[in-house]
């Protein structure tokens, strides 16, 4: 059975910095692409950053410089650490992980909200 587990939200203050981590369980973690995305009250859910098992890492134009994702593949486990958090970044944040065949899974989404 295929888990995706995130923690590490919360409530942050403009200008700092939170760390997000996804547990995965149930499939073979270093072959998928893992992702996160988030979705704000009334918006559509968005690409945050991408790490795929091989090639180049993605990341939406609203974060560059700021957010950084990584992965531990002997730990199952994917990170988004994020700096220089502002307002517009809070949101529920989830975790996907995508197979070579294009089937995706989702977590379960943990909320980070930045405010003073």
């Known amino acids: 059975q295929v888990q995706l587990v995130e923690s590490g939200g919360g409530l942050v203050q403009p200008g700092g910095s939170l760390r997000l981590s996804c547990a995965a369980s149930?499939?073979?973690?270093?072959?998928?692409?893992m992702s996160w995305y988030r979705q704000a009250p009334g918006k559509e859910r968005e690409l945050v950053a991408r790490?795929?098992?091989?090639?180049?890492?993605t990341y939406a134009d609203f974060v560059k410089g700021r957010f950084t994702i990584s992965r531990d593949n002997a730990k199952n486990t994917v990170y988004l650490q994020m700096n220089s958090l502002k307002s517009e970044d809070t949101a529920v944040y989830y975790c996907?992980?995508?197979?070579?065949?294009?089937?995706?899974?989702w977590g379960q989404g943990t909320q980070v909200t930045v405010s003073s």
């Open positions: 149930g499939f073979t973690f270093s072959t998928y692409a």
């Open positions: 790490r795929p098992s091989i090639g180049a890492t």
């Open positions: 996907q992980a995508m197979g070579r065949s294009g089937y995706r899974y």
